[in-house]
């Protein structure tokens, strides 16, 4: 089950939720028919359990989000990007297993 701590963001939220977050975001631009994607589900939702206070976890579905996956320049899916202080900072291809991601996300705290 989706972990309710996952925020969606969209074209419309998109500054409200990364650019002038408090603390740093990890965005997986993903899209429902990536089969990559839904496998890294799972730790997706539960970084954001983790880290509820500490960080934001968000998704952004490419297909209904073009300019935000152009203007990040994102080619393959699933992209996972660290936004710390409104900036990109990071950014893996692929997936990648939960430890790593947490580990990302700690450099950026």
Not at 24 to 32: G, M, Q, S
Not at 49 to 67: E, M
Not at 87 to 102: F, M, S, T, Y
Request: contains cysteine; charged residues 20%; proline residues 6%.
């Amino acid at each position: 089950m989706a972990s309710a701590n996952v925020v969606t963001v969209t074209e419309a939220n998109f500054e409200a939720e990364v650019l002038k977050s408090n603390v740093p975001v990890l965005i997986d631009f993903w899209a429902v028919w990536c089969g990559p994607c839904r496998a890294i589900a799972p730790l997706v939702d539960q970084l954001a359990d983790d880290y509820v206070g500490k960080a934001k976890i968000a998704k952004v579905d490419v297909d209904s989000n073009q300019r935000l996956a152009n203007q990040f320049g994102i080619q393959s899916i699933p992209t996972l990007m660290v936004f710390k202080d409104g900036k990109p900072v990071e950014q893996i291809l692929g997936g990648r297993p939960k430890a790593a991601l947490a580990a990302l996300l700690d450099k950026h705290k």
